[in-house]
């Protein structure tokens, strides 16, 4: 029999608040973080908003010369990790550290370590560039500081697959515990990717919203009208558990993860594949390894970037799973609140579809005004809603053509 896996805690540091309660309340009033560009000056780019993590002050949680180590992703992992084990209530002084271990996903790392120590290089020489660079900028380095700050020896890795990238950790997570090689996983996402650089190469790319004068409403997944992604930033951290391990201790159970699926699309560089066909197989995948029906699922946390052709082919990836039921179930995209942060979005929509089965609420889909023929399933738009939710599906799908699906479950 396959061992069970719980979430038995939850950190998160988003762009609509940091901690859990903040988080998740945002969520359920439909409040926006996005706005205009405060990190650089973003005057000469195409898109000029990001949804930015506000009053974020790493020395409020971690030693000052330890933070100034750590570049922006690597300080919001360690913090979110931290308030994911406070909040699980785990005694690290009395568990195996040996079967506790960290799966982190980041899609890009430390860029904007990078891009500083880059023009040091440039104007200063090589001689100014900081000892510090590379551990600082190495995307592995959120899962290394997180095991050196909770003492985690057991299973440790980074997850590197662009915007899937902290389902995939979430997943591969939740099956270290259950083939028995770890009893708790500390795992989720985190990036900090709103630097100049980066947000000049989505630019050029034309993957972002250009609608500068209304960021509140510039991120619309599945509106007729969107036009683009808006970037965000943060960390999402779940705390899984082994459930005879859970129970010995008392832990709260927020949910039970009990699906995983993946999938790559061998299609393009960037472009979904036709009629979303990938995700529709990571979204099998995940059923199957759960073991129940396409009509037990109640609630999907959909990728819903904002693009035109993911929510399109989402959406057809949806109908062609689900069938009839894909009108009868909840798709909801939170990234119209918290924009998309790239390989921590995952993270975070695992939490929100945790604390959706918890308090059978479903969150909305924002902004959406008008709509797209194309995109016709129930979207909860605008307003959250209460509902029952036993299961709850969440999908990532990244470029290159990876794609993730998890499914959690209301624990019985």
């Not at 551990?135 to 959120?142: K, L, R």
């Not at 993911?310 to 069938?323: L, Q």
Request: proline share 4%; net charge negative; with cysteine.
């Amino acid at each position: 029999m396959k061992r069970r896996v719980v979430v038995t805690g939850i950190g998160a540091i988003t762009p609509i608040g940091i901690g859990k309660e903040n988080y998740w309340n945002a969520l359920k009033a439909g409040k926006s973080g996005i706005g205009k560009i405060t990190r650089f000056d973003a005057t000469n780019f195409t898109a000029q908003i990001a949804a930015e993590v506000k009053d974020f002050q790493p020395t409020d949680y971690l030693d000052k010369k330890e933070a100034k180590r750590m570049d922006r992703f690597i300080q919001y992992a360690v913090v979110a990790s931290k308030m994911a084990v406070e909040d699980s209530g785990l005694d690290l002084e009395n568990i195996d550290k040996n079967r506790f271990g960290v799966i982190l996903g980041s899609g890009i790392g430390g860029i904007e370590t990078f891009e500083k120590e880059y023009d040091k290089l440039l104007n200063k020489g090589p001689g100014r560039v900081s000892p510090f660079f590379i551990p600082m900028m190495i995307s592995n380095m959120g899962a290394g500081q997180i095991s050196m700050t909770l003492g985690a020896k057991g299973p440790n890795a980074t997850v590197v697959t662009a915007c899937a990238s902290s389902t995939n950790a979430v997943g591969d997570a939740f099956k270290i515990i259950q083939r028995g090689d770890a009893d708790i996983m500390v795992t989720g996402g985190t990036e900090a990717s709103i630097t100049p650089l980066a947000i000049a190469g989505f630019c050029t790319m034309k993957a972002l919203s250009t609608r500068n004068d209304d960021p509140m409403k510039a991120s619309r997944p599945f509106d007729k009208d969107r036009d683009g992604f808006v970037m965000g930033e943060g960390s999402g951290i779940l705390i899984l558990e082994e459930l005879e391990h859970a129970l010995n201790r008392g832990a709260h159970i927020y949910a039970e993860v009990v699906g995983y699926g993946m999938s790559a699309d061998a299609h393009h560089i960037t472009a979904p594949a036709p009629e979303g066909e990938g995700a529709a197989r990571a979204m099998k995948n995940a059923i199957k390894d759960a073991n129940i029906l396409p009509e037990d699922i109640d609630y999907i946390n959909a990728h819903g970037t904002s693009t035109p052709l993911n929510d399109k082919f989402e959406t057809m990836a949806i109908k062609s799973v689900f069938g009839k039921h894909a009108y009868e179930l909840a798709v909801s995209s939170t990234k119209s609140m918290t924009g998309h942060l790239l390989g921590a979005a995952g993270g975070i929509e695992a939490i929100a579809c945790a604390l959706a089965i918890q308090e059978d609420f479903i969150p909305p889909t924002v902004n959406y005004t008008t709509s797209d023929p194309e995109c016709d399933l129930d979207y909860v738009p605008n307003e959250g809603r209460k509902r029952i939710v036993r299961y709850a599906l969440s999908n990532s799908l990244g470029f290159g053509g990876h794609n993730a699906t998890i499914i959690l479950k209301k624990y019985e």
